[in-house]
């Protein structure tokens, strides 16, 4: 009974299992640990960021310089050849993904470009106070590293290493105190996740979730003690023997900070059946090990669960992606420290790669599964590698015979490709598959029946001296002008609804003044013309606010600004990034929608070009050949490429312009321009703009689909109902 009330692992198991029952019992309402969640991930960071500066000036400022020489002579070529053994892992593991399903769609549209690194930015750190306030981890390593170096060359150093010894052990004190909260933090994040997360979700999750274990485990009870085993005299067996505790403590915390110096006391153990008497030995561990702690190796692993985002967002990640993203891996793993230090990481690469920031909620869901095997890793990884640089700076390396050398290796490295030609082979791994809707297949409730669209409407007249609004309601009907070629604004979805921002927007204002509406036709050449003969009451169809249309035209405050950005195909996308290039070269074709606001400012920014004018946005796809580049705003190209993926965003540096919305109602109709007013600034304040930016805009139709709460125990077992 006293084991079950002090043994981590056993809290950590019931955590687990707490969380699992409470989240497949309550279902939706274990939201309301979210919060909580979210404060425990909080307190996670809290000795991130100091212990990862203290630690790296206080393990290199106490090494002496020939010292710290030796270790980087002797070290690198470990630490490539464990990063290429890692690497290997990786793109291994990523061969086994299933690929994914025809059905396969963006589910986030907001971050389709990828972003460019600044890696001047990310690694001097010219302001290290930034750098700390705003977690620019590889700056605050590279200042750390620059300190810790100085301070070996400094030889009144024995009060400063105190301070710096007593900082360290205090932050690992801390740290211990605060992985004694995990059980308590585990049950949080699982009851959350297991009660909100969709089954489906959780079954492509599985692939990744068992693929990366067995990556993990391949690892750390095959690869690695074999490794030892073939350049030590350490058998593979007593390695993991000796280690097993060691990678229970870390599997159960998730913190290998906790580990370390469990791990110092087992290498010097090891060192002292080799030369009991040598003391010197004896205090370079622990700087080495302190170095080799800040090196990103297991949390390196991230990166498939990257590769895996890239599959399940059906956005596949290029060489030039893939060298950015290990480039970012590397340097925000630098000093990683437990589950704070990874999401901070995750985080930066999903920015970087232009992956949907969402994306760390799937990751959140995952821990429970694969955070203790990272640890595991990172424990064998960081003993493993510091037991090799400490034996050779003192050249007691067991350097096999080329013949024994190439025996051990074929037997480490032949079952391991046995083992992913079984699982390529008899993969019974679900595809990787994201079940989030796109916009043009969403059910929702604010859809119009195609049947209110009236092609052949006749003007509706006006009494004299009678304001728009006066008649809309005297008539009880809106009639709304729309063009259905507007994505995301309003279009025709496949299921044979007119659907989009402005069709949300049009159906909340008939509702608020309790109107009939009826939608019609909206040809932009004749805005104008159209309102003032009263063949609609406004227009709502992505309109640009233009000079050219304000003298003409009142307009309502603008709801949206969009860049200006070119939409062309991947082979060219290069040659799109700035604007000057398309002034280079006058024969580029230049597509865009006729009647359009970009037809007049094209014909302006671009004089020399020829213009390919489109009757509709399709056109350019299928004509594509008749012009190089389309120009458009981002918003409403970023809807579009998701029905035509081979299309791709090029936004130039700097930018063309802004495109500006806003709806248009006739010249002197100053009382239904002071209620549209006050009418969208109510609509921003009760959060439905921002409900309908998130579906229609950004593409986050999960909120929208999820009208039916999840299947729960309570609900569907039990029927019981929140009244």
Not at 365 to 390: D, K, N, R, Y
Not at 460 to 479: G, Y
Request: glycine share 6%.
């Amino acid at each position: 009974m006293k084991l079950f009330q002090h043994s981590l692992t056993w809290q950590m198991f019931l955590a687990t299992i707490l969380g699992i029952l409470f989240g497949l019992f309550f279902g939706e309402w274990c939201s309301i640990f979210a919060p909580w969640g979210s404060a425990y991930i909080m307190v996670l960071k809290i000795t991130t960021i100091p212990y990862l500066a203290f630690a790296i000036i206080h393990g290199i400022g106490q090494l002496h310089s020939s010292q710290a020489l030796q270790i980087l002579k002797k070290g690198l070529l470990f630490i490539a050849l464990f990063w290429a053994i890692n690497i290997t892992m990786i793109y291994l593991t990523v061969f086994l993904f299933p690929q994914a399903g025809r059905n396969a769609s963006l589910a986030a549209y907001a971050s389709i470009q990828p972003a460019n690194i600044n890696f001047a930015e990310l690694l001097i750190p010219d302001n290290i106070f930034y750098a700390l306030a705003n977690n620019v981890v590889p700056s605050i390593v590279i200042f750390s590293l620059l300190v810790g170096i100085s301070l070996m060359h400094i030889k009144e150093k024995g009060s400063l290493m105190q301070m710096l010894d007593a900082l360290v052990g205090s932050l690992t004190k801390i740290t211990g105190w605060i992985s004694s909260i995990t059980p308590i933090g585990t049950f949080l994040i699982i009851a959350n996740q297991v009660g909100t997360i969709q089954f489906t979700t959780i079954k492509q999750v599985s692939t990744y979730i068992l693929l990366y274990i067995v990556c993990t485990c391949v690892l750390v009870f095959w690869i690695f003690p074999r490794l030892v085993s073939m350049l030590t005299r350490i058998s593979a067996g007593r390695w993991i023997r000796d280690l097993f505790p060691i990678l229970v403590l870390g599997y159960t915390t998730n913190v290998v900070i906790v580990c370390i110096p469990f791990i110092i006391e087992l290498i010097k153990r090891e060192i002292q059946r080799i030369l009991p008497t040598d003391d010197k030995i004896q205090s370079q561990i622990q700087g080495t090990v302190s170095v080799v702690f800040n090196l990103p190796l297991g949390s390196l692993f991230i990166t498939i669960f990257i590769f895996f985002l890239s599959i399940f967002y059906s956005m596949p990640l290029g060489v030039t992606s893939q060298i950015q993203l290990f480039i970012s891996a590397f340097l925000t793993s630098l000093g990683s420290v437990g589950l704070g230090a990874w999401i901070n990481s995750l985080t930066f690469i999903l920015e970087t790669l232009g992956l949907p920031v969402e994306a760390v909620n799937i990751y959140l869901s995952t821990l429970p599964f694969v955070s203790g095997f990272q640890s595991m890793v990172s424990v064998m990884e960081i003993s493993s590698l510091a037991l090799f640089i400490t034996l050779a700076c003192h050249k007691l390396m067991e350097v096999p015979r080329a013949l024994r050398f190439i025996r051990k290796g074929a037997l480490t490295i032949g079952p391991v490709i046995v083992l992913v030609f079984v699982l390529k082979t008899f993969n019974p791994l679900p595809r990787i598959e994201n079940t989030n809707k796109s916009i043009y297949v969403v059910r929702t409730s604010n859809a119009i029946p195609y049947d209110r669209y009236t092609i052949t409407a006749q003007p509706s007249p006006i009494l004299p001296n009678e304001d728009v609004l006066d008649k809309i309601l005297r008539t009880k009907t809106l009639r709304v002008g729309c063009n259905l070629n507007t994505v995301p604004f309003t279009f025709r979805n496949n299921l044979g609804q007119i659907v989009g921002f402005d069709a949300a927007f049009a159906q909340e204002l008939a509702a608020n003044l309790d109107c009939r509406l009826e939608l019609v036709p909206l040809n932009f050449h004749r805005i104008a013309e159209e309102l003032n003969e009263g063949a609609y009451d406004i227009g709502m169809s992505g309109l640009s606010i233009t000079e050219e249309r304000l003298t003409k035209l009142y307009f309502s405050p603008p709801y949206l600004e969009s860049p200006v950005i070119f939409v062309t195909t991947e082979n060219f996308r290069k040659k799109f990034l700035e604007k000057e290039a398309i002034w280079k070269h006058p024969e580029w074709r230049i597509a865009v929608l006729k009647g359009s606001a970009f037809e007049c400012r094209s014909r302006t920014w671009f004089p020399n070009n020829p213009l390919v004018l489109l009757d509709n946005y399709d056109d350019f796809a299928t004509k594509s050949q008749e012009a190089d580049v389309l120009i458009w705003a981002k918003e409403e190209a970023i809807s579009w490429i998701v029905r035509f993926p081979h299309f791709v965003i090029a936004t130039p540096d700097p930018a063309i312009g802004t495109d500006i919305f806003a709806y248009a109602i006739k010249f002197g109709s100053e009382k239904f321009l002071t209620y549209l007013r006050q009418w969208l600034n109510l609509k921003e304040i009760n959060g439905f703009k921002t409900e309908q930016y998130n579906l229609w805009i950004l593409g986050r139709t999960k909120a929208a689909e999820e009208e039916v709460p999840r299947w729960s125990i309570l609900r569907n077992v039990l029927h019981w109902e929140n009244k």
